[in-house]
């Protein structure tokens, strides 16, 4: 296979694997929440430039010269990727005309692609088939390099952000179902780096090997979202006001929240057997600012309890709870009407999948596996 037959072999393919990955996501989750952006990130700033890629190797000029300014569309996949993160944990994010900044980038590109006349558009094409770059090619890999750098510390910051603000006021149902979503804009970041890296040695590698590791992040997406179903997230509980949290945390001056390693033991013991007493674990909307107030206590001391003396975080400290619970009830399947699929509500979990990946955590097994060999 010559090399120009193999570009084009790539390119058509993805063009079709994309196409058929958004329709398999709009199939299975009807584009709600996050979803929607995703599909957005599938095929927008995608398709069209594999089609011109693929319109250039098989000559189709009228094409060509149409996709030639719209395939700075590919501007728009880092304004995706943080619209994506912010919907994901955050159902409650609505664009606002100010957002429509983001798309600033592309317009310009956009623009200088417009402008070029046929002749101007045809000459560029035919100059990029050498291998070389032409003006608008540099102007587009200068934005996307600084996107890259931008969004993604914007990104990587506010997930950070977020995962610690679950924890401080939500149950650690929600992180867990959506922990996937860093490690796929980690993935996404390395992918990057990696084809940055080598357009710089040899731009030609733009048209192929972008399409080869962005079919990968695509299918580790789809498979994701399908796996795990959406499950909105609020800045603030049900039950939970503002004040609430506020009154947790501020009843002591920075001096007094200080605790040594004997309170430490006092506060936990006493956490501990509160929860066992009152089952608070199997609750699914349990927090630590719902259980701080509940034991009244400051969500700082409990926190810094939990996290010095049992050397654990809230979250699995409920878990821990919820494991022990789930293996009582599966060691009764035998006599009761209960089967692995269905105990997880009893334990406190949303959803089965959330219960999974905590059992398989705490315990190194699956349900089925531990039952199998208890």
């Known amino acids: 296979m010559e090399f120009n037959d193999f570009i084009l072999t790539v390119n058509s393919s993805s063009v079709i694997i994309l196409l058929v990955l958004a329709l398999i996501l709009l199939t299975a989750t009807r584009f709600r929440g996050e979803h929607a952006y995703a599909a957005a990130i599938i095929v927008f700033p995608n398709v069209p430039v594999y089609l011109y890629n693929t319109s250039v190797m098989l000559a189709w000029h009228k094409l060509s010269l149409f996709l030639f300014p719209i395939t700075n569309v590919n501007l728009l996949l880092m304004p995706l990727l943080w619209l994506f993160a912010k919907k994901s944990f955050d159902d409650s994010f609505k664009l606002k005309p100010i957002h429509i900044l983001h798309l600033l980038p592309m317009l310009?590109?956009?623009?200088?692609?417009?402008?070029?006349?046929?002749?101007?558009?045809?000459?560029?094409?035919?100059?990029?088939m050498t291998g070389d770059t032409t003006f608008i090619n540099d102007v587009n890999s200068i934005f996307v390099f600084l996107q890259m750098v931008i969004y993604f510390a914007v990104i990587f910051r506010f997930l950070h952000r977020t995962k610690k603000a679950i924890g401080d006021t939500l149950s650690d149902a929600e992180w867990i179902q959506k922990s996937w979503i860093p490690v796929f804009e980690y993935l996404f970041a390395a992918l990057f780096v990696i084809v940055m890296v080598c357009f710089f040695i040899w731009p030609v590698t733009g048209t192929w090997l972008i399409q080869i590791l962005n079919v990968v992040a695509m299918f580790y997406l789809v498979y994701n979202l399908i796996a795990h179903p959406?499950?909105?997230?609020?800045?603030?509980?049900?039950?939970?006001?503002?004040?609430?949290?506020?009154?947790?945390?501020?009843?002591?001056?920075?001096?007094?929240?200080?605790?040594?390693?004997?309170?430490?033991?006092?506060?936990?013991?006493n956490a501990s057997h509160y929860m066992e007493e009152s089952k608070a674990y199997l609750r699914p909307d349990i927090s630590l600012a719902m259980f701080a107030k509940e034991i009244n206590i400051s969500q700082r001391k409990l926190s810094q309890a939990i996290n010095g003396y049992l050397q654990c975080n809230f979250f699995e400290f409920v878990n821990r709870m919820r494991i022990e619970e789930?293996?009582?009830?599966?060691?009764?399947l035998d006599t009761s009407n209960l089967n692995i699929d269905s105990i997880y509500a009893d334990c406190g979990f949303r959803s089965r999948s959330s219960f999974y990946m905590v059992f398989k955590k705490m315990t190194g097994k699956t349900p089925l596996s531990w039952l199998e060999n208890r």
Do not use: F, V
Request: charged share 25%; proline share 6%.
């Open 108 to 128: 310009i590109c956009l623009g200088l692609g417009l402008s070029m006349t046929p002749e101007e558009r045809l000459a560029s094409i035919q100059y990029e």
């Open 230 to 269: 959406a499950m909105p997230i609020k800045e603030i509980p049900t039950g939970i006001t503002t004040n609430d949290i506020t009154e947790t945390t501020n009843t002591e001056t920075p001096s007094t929240q200080i605790i040594d390693e004997q309170q430490m033991k006092e506060i936990c013991e």
């Open 326 to 332: 789930a293996k009582h009830l599966m060691q009764k």
